[in-house]
């Protein structure tokens, strides 16, 4: 029987990691990300991702695995979390999902609609656009 998530959410500095970590030590669990700046590499100490001592106490998956630079998307992230959900499932590791993005959630439990990503040549016009016209251009 695969293991059923756990789905943590709150404000920040709610207790919500140290709640996963307390868990995941209980339920041979797999802590995976659900904030949507902590999945960047370089922004660990400005989003309060957590301390070296507890990503050391259980697994931690989609902590800053994303450069800082890069376009990032929710669907980019729904695929990887579940990945990461099936991955934990199938190594008999209770899925742990932690942070407080409600849009991560929201995509994880109600779907997303469809959209395809956009092309990299329309959005390379668009920011010239930006650049030569201004913002109040773009928005008519």
């Not at 995941?24 to 999945?39: C, P, T």
């Not at 407080?100 to 959209?115: E, N």
């Amino acid at each position: 029987m695969s293991e059923i998530p756990i789905l943590i959410a709150g404000a920040t500095a709610s207790g919500k990691s140290a709640l996963a970590v307390a868990l995941a030590e209980q339920l041979n669990g797999r802590i995976i990300n659900s904030d949507s700046m902590q999945v960047y590499d370089t922004l660990d100490v400005l989003t309060a991702r957590p301390p070296r001592a507890d990503l050391g106490r259980a697994p931690h998956v989609l902590y800053g695995h994303v450069p800082v630079a890069a376009p990032y998307s929710v669907g980019q992230w729904q695929a990887a979390v579940l990945a990461e959900i099936e991955a934990a499932q199938t190594a008999g590791q209770r899925p742990i999902i932690v942070g407080g993005t409600g849009l991560y959630f929201k995509s994880l439990t109600q779907g997303l609609a469809d959209i395809p990503d956009i092309p990299e040549a329309m959005r390379a016009g668009l920011r010239a656009r930006l650049e030569r016209d201004g913002l109040l251009a773009c928005a008519a």
